[in-house]
């Protein structure tokens, strides 16, 4: 069973498996915009869909916000890629940058 929390002190979705943390996706805001730069699942863990499942967490949520967000991490862009119901929350000046139609 794995549970998915967002830890704002240390900025950033963490999935636990089992009480444990095993895997995480940063986060930065700044106004509107929700910059995500980074994404790791321990390995012992990967092949799960953990990091999808914080991924979508993140994106849901910056969705009913109403923030922007910046894909840097290339995971993020490629999960968005995937969704398409996601890619409204990248500005479109910005989707070339990410490799986003």
């Not at 790791?40 to 969705?63: M, N, R, S, T, W």
């Not at 840097?72 to 490799?99: D, N, T």
């Amino acid at each position: 069973m794995s549970e998915i929390r967002k830890n704002t002190e240390e900025s950033r979705y963490e999935i636990l498996v089992d009480g444990a943390v095993v895997g995480f996706a940063e986060y930065e805001v700044d106004g509107d915009t929700v910059t995500a730069p980074h994404t790791e699942v321990d390995p012992g863990h990967g092949g799960k869909g953990y990091a999808g499942k914080i991924v979508e967490q993140l994106l849901a949520d910056a969705k009913s916000a109403g923030q922007d967000v910046l894909p840097v991490c290339p995971y993020v862009a490629s999960y968005i890629g995937k969704h398409p119901e996601y890619l409204e929350l990248v500005p479109e000046e910005q989707r070339a940058r990410f490799r986003l139609a």
